[in-house]
């Protein structure tokens, strides 16, 4: 009997607890339900929900949402698809840094939604950290659509594969075409490279060989010019020798001189000599 009152007692407890709203379950089903109806919104933000909204797509990570940016795709490779450029991020930004910068919109909640922008802004000017975030929003772009195609029907889902099938060999074909275009650019800079390498060798052997040639002749004169002093040693030398010959020539002269006077000395006595016979055969 006891029991049976406790059983009977404990389900009244139970209903009455379950008929009592609870403030704090009702408060995050209501931020929940808040939060879903901000994710769904495509409007343009306003200053009236751009706080809120920016911080929840924050929360979210989702970048390209808070700058109200277009969400990047995937094609049928895997591979991330974003045509925004630098342009319109920095567009995006000045738009909505309007309704929360601490100089016009004041509290805590708009500095902090004002930083979560800046922040946002930074890294989709970031080449890296661009590049994460692009793959990580091409995996959910890829999942999206295979989730979109499960629930098409058979017929659908041929149709859907046989031109994804399609696609794939078109992208690996223009994969294929860019590579080989990127390598033959690469060859055409070494080749370019090397030819200036080898030019930029020639000149310098050749303003070598020509700096050589001009030190050759420069030395060449030098020597020119003592040959020349050398030759007027030599035509000293020669003068001397010259001033030599004509002092044998003087000497061999005077030699000369005296022996034809020798010569004539003789001739005479002989003469003499030939008289004094003449005169004693005579007698």
């Known amino acids: 009997m006891e029991r049976a009152f406790e059983r009977a007692f404990s389900r009244v407890q139970t209903g009455v607890a379950a008929a009592i709203p609870d403030p704090a379950a009702a408060r995050a089903a209501k931020e929940q339900s808040e939060e879903e109806r901000l994710r769904s919104e495509t409007a343009p933000m306003t200053a009236a929900d751009a706080v809120a909204r920016i911080t929840l797509a924050f929360k979210d990570g989702d970048y390209f949402r808070m700058l109200q940016l277009?969400?990047?795709?995937?094609?049928?490779?895997?591979?991330?698809?974003?045509?925004?450029?630098?342009?319109?991020?920095?567009?995006?930004?000045?738009?909505?840094?309007?309704?929360?910068?601490?100089?016009?919109?004041?509290?805590?909640?708009?500095?902090?939604?004002?930083?979560?922008?800046n922040q946002a802004y930074r890294e989709l000017r970031d080449p890296g950290k661009l590049e994460e975030l692009l793959r990580k929003a091409a995996v959910s772009a890829a999942a999206d659509r295979a989730r979109r195609e499960a629930a098409a029907s058979a017929a659908e889902r041929l149709e859907i594969a046989a031109r994804a099938n399609e696609r794939r060999k078109e992208l690996r074909k223009e994969e294929t075409q860019s590579f080989q275009a990127q390598v033959m650019a690469q060859m055409m800079k070494r080749k370019e490279a090397a030819a200036r390498k080898r030019s930029a060798a020639s000149s310098y052997?050749?303003?070598?060989?020509?700096?050589?040639?001009e030190e050759g002749e420069g030395g060449g004169g030098g020597g020119g010019g003592g040959g020349g002093g050398g030759g007027g040693g030599g035509g000293g030398s020669g003068s001397g020798g010259g001033g030599g010959s004509r002092e044998?020539?003087?000497?061999?002269?005077?030699?000369?001189?005296?022996?034809?006077?020798d010569e004539e000395a003789g001739e005479w006595q002989r003469r003499k000599s030939s008289n004094k016979k003449k005169k004693i055969v005579g007698v």
């Open 205 to 213: 052997r050749r303003r070598g060989d020509e700096e050589g040639e």
């Open 70 to 117: 277009p969400r990047p795709d995937a094609d049928e490779l895997g591979r991330p698809v974003w045509s925004c450029s630098d342009s319109e991020i920095s567009k995006a930004y000045r738009r909505l840094s309007v309704f929360v910068h601490p100089d016009k919109v004041p509290g805590e909640a708009a500095r902090q939604a004002f930083e979560h922008l």
């Open 248 to 261: 044998q020539g003087r000497g061999g002269t005077a030699k000369e001189a005296g022996g034809s006077g």
